[in-house]
């Protein structure tokens, strides 16, 4: 079974904090993706990455930045934590254009 | 990808067959079916795919119309985990690999004891 796990279940952190959020994939994926789930507003891509040390923006970037030195390991960094920044997120990873397999979310509160 | 409709909500007794429509009429010929599923305050979890026949796995089955406009999931003995909300989205995966997954507001299922 594809396992996708992320460091934190629930976050809080205050305005202005670095924050990290760590998703690991045991399935030896090529692609690795970050969204935020919001209620009325549905999943929106924030990063991708299609390859060790690649990375591309999806439709939300801004205010976030990726890093993934390792095939496994996908980290999102939010450089200085916003209130509106306060969300389910949700990491995934897939081989290629096939399945997409989710981890099981952090939820991140931004005081 | 083509746009999915599933009703908002149904309910469904415990130990009874869940069975969860969805039409999508503009699908194209390259556009698989996926079913996915979020149950409260988890990532969604995948449960299966198909693209033209019916398929089953130890989650549930998919059942494609032969226009392929709808299909149909079906929870054989839902159970109380069952509980969550259920997306089908349409997918072309021959398109870039890093194409990403949109829901749209699937349907709550309810499985009542």
């Known amino acids: 079974d594809v396992k996708v796990t992320q460091s934190s279940r629930y976050l809080v952190k205050r305005t202005g904090e670095k924050v990290f959020l760590e998703c690991v994939q045991d399935m030896d994926h090529e692609n690795m993706f970050w969204y935020r789930q919001d209620p009325g507003l549905g999943l929106r891509l924030i990063y991708f990455s299609y390859d060790v040390k690649m990375k591309e923006k999806g439709d939300i970037p801004e205010g976030y930045s990726v890093s993934r030195e390792k095939k496994e390991r996908f980290s999102l960094i939010l450089e200085s934590a916003s209130t509106n920044q306060t969300s389910m997120y949700l990491c995934?990873?897939?081989?290629?254009?096939?399945?997409?397999?989710f981890g099981p979310g952090t939820r991140l509160t931004v005081l | 990808d083509a746009k999915t409709t599933q009703p908002t909500s149904m309910d469904c007794a415990e130990g009874r067959a869940a069975n969860l429509p969805c039409n999508h009429s503009t699908i194209s010929g390259n556009e698989y079916v996926y079913w996915y599923r979020q149950i409260h305050s988890q990532g969604p979890q995948y449960i299966i795919h198909?693209?033209?026949n019916n398929e089953t796995n130890e989650m549930a089955s998919l059942i494609i119309t032969e226009d392929r406009k709808s299909s149909t999931l079906i929870l054989p003995h839902a159970t109380l985990r069952d509980t969550a909300v259920y997306y089908c989205?349409?997918?072309?995966?021959?398109?870039?690999?890093?194409?990403?997954?949109?829901f749209g507001p699937g349907t709550s299922l309810s499985v009542i004891p």
């Open positions: 989205i349409v997918r072309a995966t021959l398109k870039t690999s890093y194409d990403k997954v949109i």
């Open positions: 995934a990873s897939s081989q290629g254009p096939n399945t997409q397999y």
């Open positions: 198909g693209l033209k």
